[in-house]
């Protein structure tokens, strides 16, 4: 998830740019770039790491002055974040650059071609392949100096979601930007005009924007804003005004960086989901450096992670177990190697970290490696340390996640753990080729029901309104329903600094019912009555159990359960959804009521006491 600007105008575009840059940085701190239109070329600077190094370079080697320019800062995907993998990217002769934000899916056919032709590549990225086939159309019969029926022609030969800006030495007074599955908006000025992946990175300037749609070209000069589809008819997109102004624009209007990432969830698991199946239908992870034979030999499979990545974890095992038929452990990263853990050559390691630099999660991969096992790691960070020490990787591509409370990194870790069961599965012979592109079809599904979440969560507000003075929460929930107990009862700890307590619903009658008193809030998540009817009429059974000894029941529950009505104080609904995918519905409610709750009681929501991003020492 890039940060992308673009500038027409009267103002100095260098001074516009990096603005934008400082209020994007939010969604991608591995490096920063910018070019500049100057006098028939192109002038460029960039810098790996965060936007600050890029500012400490300009200061020491100023660019001309230019009225018209671009700028990035990056989320590494593809290559790792180094000074030659930061955008903008130029083609052969440094006439075209190119800044990028998505996946191009079909880049490694297309860079082959073009190495083919004889063009040398100058990163490890896909991005630089645009650059040079927008090098190639412009000037080309029907194109001319047409820079964007150029970008028209090579976005029809991309596949993937990506946001592309890019300018050219020879039309020195516009930018041209393409839109496909991933964000883009337009700035409306007075004698300017801006591109950006999110308004904040102009509303210094202006508030009136410009909804450019999917599959749309626009073009933007100091004088104009035209915008077409990738065939070339023109388009006429939604203009509206910005209702907030700079002081949250780097909140993107959110009041708090965690509401903003819970907004952000139903791209984040749309991001995460894409490109993941071949030509052949086949699934395919990341970076795998083991053989199928490796993986078939695998006899056991362990779940190492910490927090909120633990309860990702303890899901991923219902997946595992019952897609490929191998047994699965799930542990706690800090309590692993200090338990002489039984590993050996056949055993997988699946090490579940957002940032890739958890201490606790990299010292168990270590221990698990010094014994033979191979390991997988999850991770949202491209690059860092658990997944360059892993034998294999899947990304999460959720973006930079500011809040300290893992939200939309914790929903993509969940869709990521049940690619990997069909992974595993696909390549053990467990699943058939159909049952796995049903479950992708549910999975791919996914994204609109977290929406339809998001647009219908208010009456959990109001909940959380009228249970602020409660002292005690507890939550409960039976199959992968109990990690999501587990994952609320963790949110509403971190964030309210409330008692809050989650349990496996079948053990209520072993203890814990006994915390069962007149007005005691229970959140319940119940399973999908399709399919596990025991499973979940058992549920319903504990409902009606803690009711008739006073508590007052929220119920979680799949729209259409007439089952659980008669017994729920308060219904909270999901679309309807496997209950093995459950967890990625069921989460959403649970954040957003965390997230009221510790607003109301007047507490921090995006850095709770004492809690840190990443935890990197033991």
Not at 270 to 278: F, H, P, S, V, Y
Not at 442 to 459: D, G, I, R, S, Y
Not at 542 to 555: D, F, K, M, S
Request: charged share 25%.
């Amino acid at each position: 998830m890039c940060g992308i600007v673009g500038y027409v105008g009267n103002k100095q575009a260098l001074d516009v740019v990096l603005e934008g840059l400082r209020r994007l940085e939010y969604r991608g701190y591995d490096s920063a770039g910018v070019a500049l239109a100057v006098d028939g070329t192109l002038a460029t600077a960039k810098r790996s790491g965060k936007l600050a190094n890029l500012e400490k370079t300009l200061a020491e080697t100023p660019l001309p002055a230019s009225t018209t320019g671009l700028g990035h800062t990056r989320w590494a995907t593809h290559g790792p974040p180094t000074d030659r993998n930061a955008h903008p990217h130029l083609d052969t002769a440094g006439r075209v650059g190119v800044v990028h934000n998505g996946i191009i899916e079909n880049f490694a056919q297309l860079r082959s071609e073009l190495e083919d032709s004889g063009v040398a590549f100058e990163s490890d990225t896909d991005t630089e392949v645009v650059s040079h086939l927008l090098a190639a159309e412009f000037g080309s019969p029907g194109v001319g100096h047409d820079l964007a029926e150029a970008m028209r022609r090579v976005c029809r030969r991309l596949e993937g979601a990506f946001t592309l800006v890019a300018m050219h030495s020879d039309v020195p007074d516009a930018v041209v930007a393409a839109r496909r599955n991933s964000p883009l908006v337009v700035g409306l000025g007075d004698g300017e005009n801006f591109l950006a992946s999110d308004v904040s990175a102009f509303i210094g300037h202006t508030r009136e924007a410009l909804e450019v749609g999917d599959g749309q070209v626009v073009e933007i000069t100091r004088d104009g804003v035209t915008v077409t589809d990738f065939a070339g008819r023109e388009c006429q997109p939604g203009r509206y005004h910005v209702d907030w102004d700079a002081s949250a624009a780097e909140k993107g209007g959110f009041d708090h960086f965690m509401l903003k990432e819970i907004a952000e969830q139903p791209k984040a698991v749309a991001d995460t989901l894409l490109g993941r199946i071949d030509e052949a239908g086949r699934l395919h992870l990341d970076e795998m450096r083991l053989s199928d034979d490796e993986l078939r030999d695998v006899d056991k499979i362990i779940v190492i992670a910490c927090g909120t990545a633990f309860h990702a974890g303890l899901v991923a095992k219902y997946a595992i177990e019952h897609w490929t038929r191998v047994p699965c452990e799930v542990e706690l990263a800090s309590e692993f190697r200090y338990r002489d853990p039984i590993v050996d050559r056949q055993t997988l390691v699946l090490a579940i970290s957002q940032s890739g630099e958890t201490m606790d999660t990299l010292m168990a991969v270590r221990h698990a490696r010094e014994q033979g096992a191979r390991v997988l790691a999850i991770s949202n960070t491209n690059g860092a340390t658990i997944p360059r020490e892993s034998d294999a990787v899947l990304y999460t591509r959720a973006g930079p996640e500011v809040a300290v409370a893992s939200t939309k990194a914790h929903l993509t870790q969940l869709v990521a753990c049940y690619l990997v069961a069909l992974y595993l599965g696909q390549l053990r012979g467990t699943k058939w080729g159909d049952e796995i592109r049903w479950v992708v079809r549910e999975l791919a599904e996914l994204p609109a029901k977290v929406e339809h979440v998001l647009q219908t969560v208010q009456p959990v507000r109001d909940l959380a309104a009228s249970l602020r003075d409660k002292g005690s929460v507890l939550f409960i929930g039976r199959h992968v329903g109990y990690p999501v107990a587990l994952e609320g009862a963790l949110k509403l700890k971190e964030l309210a600094y409330m008692h809050a307590e989650g349990f496996a619903a079948g053990e209520l009658k072993h203890g814990p019912i006994a915390l069962i008193e007149p007005g005691v809030p229970v959140v319940v998540i119940v399973p999908s009555p399709r399919g596990r009817d025991v499973l979940h009429d058992k549920v319903v059974s504990n409902i009606q159990e803690i009711r008739a000894r006073g508590a007052l029941t929220v119920v979680i529950a799949e729209e259409g359960d007439d089952a659980v009505k008669p017994y729920a104080d308060h219904l909270v609904t999901l679309p309807e959804c496997p209950t093995l995918l459950q967890p990625v519905l069921a989460t959403v409610p649970l954040q957003v009521f965390a997230a009221e709750m510790a607003r109301l009681r007047g507490f921090d929501v995006d850095q709770p006491r004492n809690l840190a991003k990443s935890v990197t020492v033991e």
